[in-house]
């Protein structure tokens, strides 16, 4: 015979005389009391059968109960008790799930602890049974809430598998700011003490933007960035008075929109193929509107040629000037006639009536 052999043969026979005396012990315990010393001016007290319903009750030398445990068929409980009786702590079954409170001296529950087969929970109370500070765990995610002293949320931490936010709140129960994030995109609010005007900054796949908004609940600035960069201004209600500027690969545009909401001033630079096709240009363009949209003021610009354009409806020009390759020219036009005045450098100014 090994060592293995013989520490295999003393286990064995060490469980054996294992459950030999705790069936003796349950065969004289059961339905009996047995009081025993337990030193220090303690007593032990086991009662009933404990392999299937009794207590152990440990009682100091004031006679009250210090520690109880207690068992049946539906579980068991344990409770400790302070030098006033009161109890401080307790650990015990809530419908067959596992709890454990603890107690102030004054017997409050102060601390709760609690698990079950979806998650957990942590809980901190107040003298008031108010909860200050709570933690959750549940298979869609974990959740932390902190309340002020008078109860109210003052901040709440979420998290699940998409994403997850913070927010956190003022004394009114306001929310003031908010930290989130979903599977691409992110998002940081910023509010004011009740909850109305608010910061926005927003980024997802696509770009971001930040989003400035009044007591009204009108955006007065947004900054947009998808495939280009987008700034917008404008005024409060009841007014549409707007500035937008906006940007991409091929150039830049800057609007003045009217307090109707009507664009009154275009500037903008584009890019555009030349005319052979075979390269591209840079073309400089100025609107100026009246408050109906109909153009007044045209000035274009490239890089052979500039014009501008005066009228005094849509397809009704009264006046233009324009440069191309070195000539210059300029057209006047009344109801009935149009005069075109032209210079170069090979030509003398000429006036021709049609």
């Not at 989003?211 to 495939?227: F, M, P, R, T």
Request: net charge negative.
């Amino acid at each position: 015979m090994n060592n293995r052999d013989i520490e295999r043969l003393i286990e064995e026979r060490v469980e054996a005389a294992k459950a030999e005396l705790r069936a003796e012990f349950d065969e004289r315990l059961s339905g009996k009391e047995v009081e025993l010393g337990g030193g220090m001016d303690s007593t032990i007290i086991i009662n009933g059968n404990l392999a299937v319903r009794g207590t152990l009750e440990m009682i100091g030398s004031d006679g009250g109960t210090g520690v109880l445990l207690t068992t049946d068929i539906g579980g068991g409980c344990v409770v400790v008790r302070n030098d006033s009786g009161q109890i401080v702590a307790s650990l015990s079954p809530d419908n067959g799930d596992g709890m454990l409170i603890v107690r102030d001296e004054l017997g409050r529950s102060a601390i709760e602890l609690s698990v079950n087969r979806r998650g957990g929970r942590v809980e901190t109370l107040d003298s008031s049974g108010e909860s200050l500070v709570l933690l959750t765990a549940s298979e869609n995610g974990g959740i932390v809430r902190v309340a002020n002293k008078i109860g109210k949320t003052a901040v709440m931490i979420f998290a699940s598998e998409t994403g997850g936010n913070v927010s956190i709140n003022n004394s009114k129960a306001k929310l003031v700011a908010l930290l989130s994030s979903v599977e691409v995109s992110g998002r940081v609010l910023i509010k004011d003490s009740e909850g109305d005007q608010s910061v926005s900054l927003t980024t997802d796949e696509d770009g971001g933007f930040i989003s400035v908004v009044d007591d009204n609940k009108v955006e007065v600035i947004g900054l947009y960035a998808a495939d280009g960069g987008v700034v917008h201004l404008r005024d409060t209600l009841p007014s549409d008075a707007a500035l937008v500027l906006s940007a991409d690969a091929s150039g830049g545009t800057l609007r003045l929109h009217s307090p109707t909401g009507q664009p009154v001033i275009m500037i903008s630079s584009q890019e555009r193929e030349t005319k052979d096709g075979e390269d591209y240009e840079h073309v400089g363009h100025v609107q100026i509107m009246d408050g109906s949209g109909n153009e007044k003021v045209i000035l274009t610009a490239d890089e052979q040629s500039g014009s501008v354009v005066v009228g005094s409806g849509p397809g009704e020009p009264k006046a233009w000037l324009t440069s191309v390759d070195g000539v210059g020219r300029v057209y006047l036009r009344n109801d009935s006639s149009t005069t075109v005045i032209t210079a170069s450098d090979e030509q003398s100014v000429g006036d021709e009536d049609n």
